[in-house]
């Protein structure tokens, strides 16, 4: 691939500050870290030997994305208001890891959050803003600025979750606003249109100043990749100087298609995609789906497949690392942090809020996946992190799942930060031992 050579360098860069730094940083965290107030049961969630968590807080609200400042105060993203405000922030004042002051601020709901450059910047479902955080104040004084206006209105796949690359450029996902583009969405036997119109202005990647304000989304937006249905999970990953991003699948192969398709394959398929995403970058969407068993792009059944209908070779992207389908991927975050072994630095952990449309098959994901990465590139095979946060392996509906994973983020000593969309829980994850 093309991004490898690039990598390399970079990587061994990386790498060997990493190497240099880390005693140092270990040996303040742990002495830092002796004050937690550790959870006895990691709340019920599974976590790999050696690690545990301390529970931040319990419900913040309708969580999306968080973010986490070099003091360690987090912002999180609602997508409710919560006493008519947007972002919930929080501090821990004694250094036990609890945050003992919970704080509301801003009028807008949304998905994306991230501090950058001494702003904190949020995404609605039309416009990304920016808050001009002051000195060690835990709330801003003043109303955000608008960086980007314009966006589309639109149901589904409305959420504008982005990422910063180093060269002053943030990267927004402008989802398609429909499941494969048909000429009646979601209609059984109803071919999709072909051209897809929908790919002008959603289903892609779109590339903005990081720093401009009043920017219009399609005056002043260039589009980096398309062909991707919805990524939520989005991710610059300095190091390697790559954009990555998970897609969610197509959905309802059965229901739409049941000529070609079972109710155990339209289970499981499409998979679940994570790209490294290059300018110009197509990945297919909506003509193509990638079957995860047979390890190719397939010919979607709206334009013409039949399930056993091959893409044709090299015409879109492939995916590095591929997960069952209907997952939800909603947040991506590569790991830099010294406090975790080894095998977990510079690999990348996914945050999976679960399936909603397995039905008759029970309902999956719900978990938190690591895929290790060596020199920029992933290893295919992922493992399973964090999981059982629906609190039963028998779901049939998302409604019965007691957490659902939403948003990921490294804490300033290296700490893993998880958060869940039902009631806003917070966990912080540290390696540790109960003893």
């Not at 001494?118 to 600025?145: A, C, H, W």
């Not at 990953?237 to 298609?257: E, F, I, T």
């Not at 394959?265 to 998979?271: E, F, I, L, M, V």
Request: hydrophobic share 35%; glycine share 10%.
């Amino acid at each position: 691939m093309e991004h490898l050579s690039k990598n390399i360098f970079r990587y061994s860069f990386f790498l060997l500050m990493v190497i240099l730094l880390s005693s140092c940083a270990a040996s303040t965290s742990e002495e830092s870290n002796k004050n937690l107030n550790y959870s006895s049961n990691n709340d019920g969630i599974t976590l790999p030997e050696g690690f545990r968590s301390v529970i931040v807080a319990d419900s913040v609200g309708s969580a999306r994305h968080i973010t986490v400042a070099e003091n360690g105060d987090i912002y999180i993203a609602l997508s409710s208001l919560h006493d008519g405000k947007g972002i919930a922030a929080l501090r821990d004042q004694n250094g036990n890891g609890k945050a003992d002051s919970l704080e509301y601020f801003g009028s807008l709901v949304g998905t994306g959050i991230q501090l950058h450059d001494g702003y904190l910047y949020f995404s609605t479902d039309t416009s990304v803003v920016r808050y001009k955080m002051n000195n060690d104040e835990l709330i801003p004084e003043d109303d955000p600025e608008t960086i980007v206006g314009g966006f589309p209105e639109q149901n589904p796949h409305g959420s504008k979750p982005f990422t910063f690359d180093d060269n002053g450029n943030i990267y927004v996902t402008v989802g398609a606003p429909s499941n494969a583009c048909q000429e009646k969405s979601r209609t059984p036997g109803v071919q999709g249109m072909d051209p897809c119109p929908q790919l002008e202005w959603h289903g892609g990647i779109w590339q903005f100043s990081a720093d401009e304000a009043n920017q219009q989304f399609k005056k002043d937006g260039k589009r980096y990749a398309t062909g991707i249905r919805n990524a939520v999970a989005i991710y610059w990953d300095a190091p390697a100087s790559q954009l990555y991003a998970v897609q969610h699948g197509r959905d309802q192969l059965k229901a739409l298609w049941s000529d070609y398709y079972d109710a155990e394959t339209s289970a499981k398929q499409p998979a679940e995609e994570m790209f490294a995403v290059d300018e110009g970058d197509d990945f297919g969407w909506p003509y193509v789906y990638y079957d995860w068993k047979k390890e190719k792009k397939m010919i979607a059944p709206e334009y013409g497949g039949d399930g056993e209908k091959t893409a044709e070779e090299g015409k879109y992207e492939r995916p590095i690392v591929t997960f069952p389908g209907h997952w939800a991927p909603n947040d991506l975050m590569f790991y830099h942090g010294s406090a975790f072994p080894e095998k977990y630095r510079n690999g990348a952990f996914v945050a999976f809020h679960g399936s909603w449309n397995r039905s008759p098959k029970p309902q999956a994901g719900y978990n938190v996946a690591f895929v290790s990465f060596n020199n920029g590139e992933a290893n295919e095979e992922y493992e399973i992190f964090a999981d059982n946060f629906a609190g039963t392996s028998q779901i049939s509906s998302a409604s019965d799942a007691r957490y659902r994973p939403m948003g990921l983020a490294e804490g300033p000593d290296g700490s893993l930060y998880i958060v869940e969309s039902n009631q806003g829980k917070v966990w912080r994850i540290l390696p540790g031992s109960d003893k």
